[in-house]
């Protein structure tokens, strides 16, 4: 049985990373604030939702078993 060394493929591996990492394409900073933005307004908005049914048939089941 045969055991490779690990550094060469390790390496190997970590240029690739440092070679993709370079091609990534981040967002401005004002793209990431809109985008957070966004992603809190639609979390507040499925809250509101949820919560409104979720008070909506607890009142019902209240009224159910008086």
């Known amino acids: ?3 490779s060394n690990p ?3 390790l390496i ?3 240029k690739e990373v ?3 990492s370079k091609k990534i394409n981040w967002p401005t900073r004002k793209e990431a604030m ?3 933005l966004i992603v809190i307004g639609i979390s507040f908005f499925v809250a509101v939702f949820l ?3 979720d008070a909506l ?3 019902l ?3 159910l078993i008086e």
């Open 51 to 53: 919560g409104s049914f």
């Open 12 to 14: 190997n591996y970590l």
């Open 18 to 20: 440092k070679t993709e």
């Open 7 to 9: 550094i060469p493929k």
């Open 1 to 3: 049985m045969k055991i």
């Open 34 to 36: 809109r985008y957070s």
């Open 57 to 59: 048939f607890s009142f």
């Open 61 to 63: 089941l209240r009224r």
